[in-house]
């Protein structure tokens, strides 16, 4: 038996010894739509479907009520057809694919222009809707070695050009709060860091600040009244509930989903419902499960619907792996969810 002065931190394991309440929610107050999640073959590390069997994908949907998943994955061009026939064409809504830009457009002289034509080209293709991923302000160059920023003209452009065709924007800016903060013994995400360091962006010499990128990102949904916009992950900001209600005042159009962010939600519970509350018709529900799983389904409806107290956001994990903490449930006011789970994407989505 290890000594406790020998013992690391990484293999400090604790179990609650806290005797508290339990209650199982696997269905949700009304059906829902999940719209964020991903479906294709881009995140997958071996370059095939995420969902090999969709058939097993429909069967969970239909036992947990989810009436329809947003695939975030088209890409464009033969990739967005490959998604559109294996989804939105063989099960008709029950799946919305959208789209994603090609960036690497932006390297050539008429960049902005390109882009445009590539979002219209995935718009004629059948694209529900477009996804923008934190590679934008991050990572992606123009043909001037430049960091594009997610308020640079040529993004405002094709943003407002989505809000014409009628497609939906659902943009993912920046990273958690901690993944820019120092690498030392007071960040809260070390263990998650740890294991996967390029998700560190804390080099001020490399990356913009998260302050910088979010500001950004704000510009961005203003300079865009037209479009609906939608704030991956509680709008960028999870951590930070008061920024999000801000801009959500400040733009009638802007939504935020709660995709992949029930660790951050579920330490300020009270907070959370509050902003639902205030913005009941903002606030979407999603999941950023891959592949989706019966038990997370019913994990997030447990924290949406309960009134439990201090329980695990990723049962079964030795280490949970966004932060060492338990979460505590919203028990949000059943009026609120309707439209929530369902009607305010049904909204968004036109459907």
Same mark, same amino acid.
């Given at each position: 038996?290890?000594?406790?002065?020998?013992?690391?931190?990484?293999?400090?394991?604790?179990?609650?010894?806290?005797?508290?309440?339990?209650?199982?929610?696997?269905?949700?107050?009304?059906?829902?739509?999940?719209?964020? #999640?991903?479906?294709?073959?881009?995140?997958?590390?071996?370059?095939?479907?995420?969902?090999?069997?969709?058939?097993?994908?429909?069967?969970?949907?239909?036992?947990?009520?989810?009436?329809?998943?947003?695939?975030?994955?088209?890409?464009?061009?033969?990739?967005?057809?490959?998604?559109?026939?294996?989804?939105?064409?063989?099960?008709?809504?029950?799946?919305?694919?959208?789209?994603?830009?090609?960036?690497?457009?932006?390297?050539? =002289?008429?960049?902005?222009?390109?882009?445009?034509?590539?979002?219209?080209?995935?718009?004629?293709?059948?694209?529900?809707?477009?996804?923008?991923?934190?590679?934008?302000?991050?990572?992606?160059?123009?043909?001037?070695?430049?960091?594009?920023?997610?308020?640079?003209?040529?993004?405002?452009?094709?943003?407002?050009?989505?809000?014409?065709?009628?497609?939906?924007?659902?943009?993912?800016?920046?990273?958690?709060?901690?993944?820019?903060?120092?690498?030392?013994?007071? #960040?809260?995400?070390?263990?998650?860091?740890?294991?996967?360091?390029?998700?560190?962006?804390?080099?001020?010499?490399?990356?913009?600040?998260?302050?910088?990128?979010?500001?950004?990102? =704000?510009?961005?949904?203003?300079?865009?009244?037209?479009?609906?916009?939608?704030?991956?992950?509680?709008?960028?900001?999870?951590?930070?509930?008061?920024?999000?209600?801000?801009?959500?005042?400040?733009?009638?159009?802007?939504?935020?989903?709660?995709?992949?962010?029930?660790?951050?939600?579920?330490?300020?519970?009270?907070?959370?419902?509050?902003?639902? =509350?205030?913005?009941?018709?903002?606030?979407?529900?999603?999941?950023?499960?891959?592949?989706?799983?019966?038990?997370?389904?019913?994990?997030?409806?447990?924290?949406?619907?309960?009134?439990?107290?201090?329980?695990?956001?990723?049962?079964?994990?030795?280490?949970?792996?966004?932060?060492?903490?338990?979460?505590?449930?919203?028990?949000?006011?059943?009026?609120?969810?309707?439209?929530?789970?369902?009607?305010? =994407?049904?909204?968004?989505?036109?459907?």
């Amino acid at each position: 038996m290890t000594s406790i002065d020998e013992l690391k931190l990484r293999d400090w394991t604790p179990k609650s010894r806290l005797h508290a309440q339990e209650t199982d929610v696997p269905l949700p107050h009304t059906p829902c739509i999940d719209v964020h #999640n991903h479906l294709g073959r881009w995140l997958s590390a071996d370059g095939d479907w995420i969902i090999p069997d969709v058939g097993e994908l429909l069967r969970t949907m239909d036992a947990r009520r989810v009436e329809a998943i947003v695939n975030l994955d088209g890409m464009w061009g033969e990739e967005l057809d490959a998604n559109l026939e294996r989804y939105d064409r063989a099960h008709p809504e029950r799946f919305h694919t959208f789209c994603q830009l090609d960036w690497s457009l932006l390297t050539q =002289a008429d960049g902005g222009r390109l882009l445009v034509e590539n979002l219209e080209d995935s718009a004629r293709r059948g694209a529900r809707g477009v996804k923008i991923w934190k590679t934008l302000g991050l990572s992606v160059r123009d043909s001037g070695d430049h960091l594009v920023a997610p308020d640079d003209p040529r993004v405002v452009e094709v943003v407002r050009r989505a809000g014409e065709l009628g497609l939906p924007v659902l943009i993912h800016t920046a990273d958690p709060i901690a993944f820019f903060d120092p690498l030392d013994a007071e #960040n809260e995400r070390l263990d998650e860091l740890r294991g996967a360091p390029d998700w560190w962006f804390g080099d001020t010499d490399r990356h913009p600040s998260f302050d910088a990128l979010l500001d950004a990102h =704000a510009r961005l949904v203003l300079a865009c009244p037209e479009t609906d916009i939608i704030g991956a992950h509680v709008g960028c900001a999870a951590e930070d509930l008061d920024r999000v209600s801000v801009l959500l005042d400040a733009a009638p159009r802007y939504h935020v989903d709660i995709a992949g962010r029930l660790a951050e939600l579920g330490r300020q519970p009270r907070r959370f419902a509050r902003l639902v =509350a205030q913005h009941p018709d903002r606030v979407l529900f999603g999941t950023d499960i891959y592949p989706a799983e019966d038990e997370q389904y019913r994990l997030h409806f447990r924290f949406l619907e309960s009134a439990d107290e201090s329980f695990e956001y990723a049962p079964g994990e030795p280490i949970p792996p966004q932060g060492r903490w338990t979460i505590s449930a919203a028990a949000l006011d059943p009026v609120l969810l309707p439209a929530l789970y369902r009607d305010n =994407a049904r909204r968004v989505l036109g459907v």
